[in-house]
């Protein structure tokens, strides 16, 4: 992976505010400040509408804060232009998403190096290749998405992200279609991407269970971080969810 430890964050969030249905709207995040370092597994938890995902997009460049700031990989994504904006973000940022997200006409292969074609960059077929057998799939590359199960199409996106070697990955309830048993193999899945390639990984989860495969959570109410949780397990977890969640 590209991201190896250093000393500064691979994503710096600074007094970031984001409002919808203009100002005096709903203000899903409230002078938000966030760092994740390089080579650390992130978990981002909080109750219903309290700008979990409004934080994952605006981090991952997928929306523009209406102010603060948000650097990735050292480059400063609110003040890009969009063209540019969507270089940076195909250079340095990798998906995986609840839903998959992958094209039903493609094959598994052609799916995972899919971004670095987008992104103009020669694919590194090699590191494809290692990163397919590391998420099992190996003998599945000329397969299409339709002929997969759950657990494997998501397979499938995190090798797709792991393939392009990205600053960091950004995934938004990646277990939350899925049965419980599948769901922490894609969870030991991403810990393995930390652990072995160096990866650094910003997860979205509702699920204290999938919070606890995590070096760090960080807990969201009404817009804003009220508190962080180092080294935890699906107890500590959810009794933090608790506290928030009656705040």
């Known amino acids: 992976m590209r991201n190896t430890r250093s000393d500064g964050p691979v994503v710096q969030v600074e007094d970031v505010t984001k409002s919808y249905s203009g100002g005096a709207g709903v203000r899903a995040l409230d002078r938000v400040s966030v760092a994740f370092a390089p080579g650390t597994f992130n978990a981002v938890m909080g109750p219903s509408g309290s700008g979990k995902s409004t934080l994952l997009q605006c981090a991952a460049g997928l929306d523009k804060p209406d102010s603060g700031r948000v650097t ?16 940076a973000r195909r250079r340095a940022v990798g998906f995986v998403f609840q839903s998959y997200n992958l094209l ?35 003998g599945r590359e000329q397969d299409r998405p339709a002929q997969l199960s759950g657990g494997q199409r998501q397979r499938v996106a995190l090798a797709r992200a792991l393939a392009a070697r990205p600053a960091v990955i950004f995934a938004d309830e990646p277990t939350g279609a899925l049965d419980l048993s599948t769901g922490r193999e894609v969870l030991a899945l991403l810990r393995e991407a930390v652990d072995a390639f160096g990866a650094t990984i910003v997860m979205v989860t509702h699920d204290p269970a999938a919070a606890a ?27 933090q969810m608790m506290a928030v969640s009656v705040r």
Do not use: H, M
């Open 72 to 87: 990735v990989a050292g480059e400063d994504f609110t003040r890009l232009s969009e063209p540019r904006l969507t270089r």
């Open 104 to 138: 039903d006409s493609l094959s598994v292969w052609e799916n995972i190096l899919l971004p670095q074609r987008l992104a103009g960059t020669r694919p590194d077929r090699a590191w494809a290749r290692e990163v397919v057998g590391r998420v099992g799939l190996s």
């Open 213 to 239: 495969w995590a070096d760090r959570v960080v807990f969201l109410a009404d817009g804003r971080i009220v508190t962080e949780l180092a080294d935890p397990t699906a107890e500590k977890v959810a009794a």
